[in-house]
């Protein structure tokens, strides 16, 4: 609704306010209605517009002196480079592509690590067999197997350690005693080292595993919060990646996200003229599986739309918040109710007025804090600043102080030579005169010597001044 202030400028400057009956010829409609809403000027759109403005951009580069069709395609193609990246610049703290990337990498590893421990469990089954029965889970099995080793090598002392890995004394117990009677072949050691290390393997895959899950959950918490609140972080991100990104699933009508994975069920009852799926990825969610059989359709279809709405939020809001999909997840467990006890649930229009208000108060604590943190990092910039003028400062006197210091010892150096100088000639100009008892005169003391030499050059410049004097005088007469 609000013109660019670019055109406004060129409209307002172009064509005065007199002449705002004068038609305009634009190419979008929408444009037009808002030229037409903001500064009155008449805008026509349809008919012979979008013919003119074609003609007008392929002959551009005759129309306009200076630009020839080279240098036309040449800007056609940096205004779509330009365009291009303007659509994919999005907030870098927003960017769904990381979401696409970790729950397919995580998919990935759950199969890996449920096959490298399945070829754990079979390599060192032959050895001890027993332990596939006591301990079941993967990750514990690949643990144990690569801190028990030889079967035949465990006793009382390593209880403590079993203990630490099962995190039950009985189990640990029940896995000492049977590798006591352990039904099993002997290892070569040469063997239990390939085990070992292929366990410590699937071990670290296992951890790396964890890591990336938690790396997934804080980055939907900042790019889709409400709808991991609604439905999960896995089960939010598996709907973003299957759909392609975050804009695409706001895109879909509540129909699409409730099939959303099960494309394949779909056409095939289509085809079949059977029945058609009732729920696709947002199965693995905890609703669906806490509804009772004839109510999984209606909750699924409930929770369908409660996604929809939860992605265009995070999806087109500034600042996305947790708070719509909280109030969300809370009319799905009153639906849930509703079709177990017959309790009626809140109406939706109380239940978003009550967000809009809990929202607003969060997105304001947002906008101070992240005032606050503005504040701050103005300040250490400015300390920042002072402290490298202040540095800059230091330096550049303790430059000048080592310049003056060189340079006066050359002044004294100086001065001490011309000193020299002059001594020299007047003990040259001046002849030794012997006293009337026959011995020459005692060498003069330094500061008698500058007195002589400062008498001396007062009357030179006596005589000299006279001389002009009597030069003026004849000039005169």
């Not at 991100?237 to 699409?256: F, Q, V």
């Not at 504040?375 to 400015?382: F, L, T, V």
């Not at 800059?392 to 210091?405: A, F, I, P, R, Y």
Request: glycine fraction near 6%; include cysteine; proline fraction near 3%.
């Amino acid at each position: 609704g609000i013109l660019h202030e670019d055109l406004r400028l060129l409209l307002e400057t172009s064509m005065p306010a007199k002449k705002k009956k004068a038609l305009l010829g634009v190419a979008d409609p929408k444009i037009g209605a808002a030229i037409l809403e903001e500064l009155g000027y008449q805008c026509q759109t349809g008919g012979v517009v979008a013919e003119i403005l074609r003609g007008i951009r392929l002959h551009f580069h005759a129309l306009v002196k200076g630009l020839t069709a080279q240098s036309a395609s040449k800007a056609q193609l940096g205004l779509g480079h330009s365009y291009s990246r303007a659509k994919v610049k999005f907030n870098v703290n927003r960017v769904d592509n990381m979401i696409i990337q970790s729950i397919s990498l995580l998919d990935q590893l759950d199969k890996d690590i449920n096959t490298f421990s399945m070829r754990v469990r079979e390599w060192y089954g032959y050895h001890f067999p027993e332990l596939i029965k006591i301990v079941s889970e993967n990750y514990t099995y690949c643990r144990l197997a690569k801190f028990i080793g030889n079967r035949k090598e465990l006793s009382e002392e390593s209880l403590e350690g079993l203990e630490e890995i099962v995190m039950d004394s009985a189990k640990a117990q029940a896995i000492l005693d049977a590798s006591r009677s352990s039904m099993g072949m002997d290892i070569s050691p040469l063997d239990l080292i390939n085990i070992e290390s292929f366990s410590s393997r699937v071990i670290s895959l296992s951890e790396y595993r964890k890591g990336l899950q938690e790396y997934l959950r804080s980055k939907m918490s900042q790019v889709a919060p409400s709808l991991s609140a609604l439905i999960g972080e896995v089960v939010g991100a598996r709907l973003i990646s299957h759909a392609g990104s975050l804009t695409n699933l706001a895109k879909y009508p509540a129909s699409t996200v409730q099939i959303l994975g099960a494309e394949k069920a779909l056409f095939r009852a289509l085809k079949t003229r059977g029945n058609t799926p009732k729920y696709g990825l947002i199965f693995h969610s905890t609703f669906i599986g806490r509804a009772a059989a004839k109510n999984k359709g209606r909750i699924s279809r409930y929770l369908a739309n409660k996604c929809t709405i939860a992605s265009r939020i995070d999806c087109f809001s500034e600042i996305p918040t947790s708070v719509f999909g909280d109030k969300l997840r809370e009319q799905v467990e009153e639906r849930l109710a509703f079709y177990e006890t017959g309790e009626p649930p809140r109406k939706n229009l109380d239940v978003m007025k009550e967000a809009v208000v809990e929202a607003s108060e969060v997105v304001a604590e947002v906008k101070r804090k992240q005032e606050k943190k503005e504040k701050k990092k103005k300040k250490r910039e400015k300390r920042r600043l002072e402290a490298l003028a202040a540095a800059t400062e230091e330096v550049e006197n303790s430059v000048l102080e080592t310049e003056e210091n060189d340079i006066e010892p050359k002044k004294k150096k100086k001065k001490k030579k011309q000193q020299q100088e002059v001594e020299s000639e007047q003990e040259l100009e001046a002849p030794s005169e012997p006293e009337e008892n026959g011995l020459e005169e005692e060498a003069l003391p330094k500061k008698k010597r500058k007195l002589t030499v400062e008498a001396a050059q007062e009357e030179e410049e006596e005589e000299k001044k006279k001389k002009k004097k009597k030069k003026k005088e004849k000039a005169e007469d």
